[in-house]
């Protein structure tokens, strides 16, 4: 049963880069039925997609977030990654990824999730 | 984008209750409503797919119903270990959007 896992820095000052390493195991990355997505969640608030990354590299961001996402991905080791420039305390957040699947005609429900890394911007 | 709102933001029910949960789509989006619920200190688990597909595992006190833009999450008999948030997921089109969350407290 495919299993995701989020790792990287706790903790990361203000106007620099974060970085995260999503880690797939019991499956594999390279399967065509799926995109791997990061979404996050600020302390006590709801989720927001980040966005979603093909096996192939094809991404799709929330324009909302504007460009300063990055999301890529390495199927020799089985996991994607994402990267946020030009970080504030608004970008404090326990970070998620997770495997969406491609349904027909369109995106499918996030399933499973990785438990979930608190990062906290601060100086 | 899609805004999906939820109501209510929070209920306090009782042990054996039924509570209903309602999210609500800006626009239609037929039947690409998700459910999931949250649990203190853990990440979201899937419970309902497709607006009303029960996902694998999943107890069957859990129902959905609803397509276009209102859409119903069912807690038949609720437990005290259902005491959680709920948030319901559009993938009808990008971005994908959630719900603000629903918070269940058990009395």
């Known amino acids: 049963q495919l299993q995701v896992q989020e790792s990287g820095p706790g903790l990361v000052k203000p106007s620099e880069t974060l970085s995260l390493t999503c880690s797939a195991s019991g499956g594999s990355i390279s399967s065509s039925n799926y995109y791997w997505a990061w979404i996050r969640q600020p302390p006590g608030k709801g989720l927001e997609w980040i966005g979603s990354i093909y096996y192939s590299g094809s991404t799709y961001y929330n324009p909302s977030l504007k460009s300063r996402f990055t999301i890529s991905v390495d199927t020799s080791k089985n996991q994607f990654s994402m990267k946020l420039s030009s970080v504030t305390a608004a970008d404090t957040a326990v970070y998620y990824c997770?495997?969406?699947?491609?349904?027909?005609?369109?995106?499918?429900?996030?399933?499973?999730w990785g438990q979930g890394t608190l990062v906290t911007v601060s100086s | 984008e899609i805004v999906l709102t939820q109501s209510p933001d929070f209920q306090s029910v009782t042990p054996k209750e039924k509570v209903t949960i309602t999210c609500r789509a800006s626009e239609r989006i037929g039947n690409t409503l998700h459910w999931y619920q949250q649990k203190p200190g853990q990440s979201p688990k899937l419970l309902i797919k497709y607006a009303s597909q029960s996902f694998s595992g999943v107890p069957s006190r859990f129902s959905g119903s609803g397509s276009g833009t209102d859409f119903t999450l069912t807690i038949n008999s609720l437990e005290a270990e259902d005491a959680a948030t709920y948030y319901c997921h559009q993938s009808s089109r990008l971005p994908f959007t959630f719900g603000q969350g629903t918070k269940l407290e058990i009395k």
């Open positions: 997770a495997r969406q699947l491609i349904a027909v005609g369109g995106y499918g429900w996030f399933d499973p």
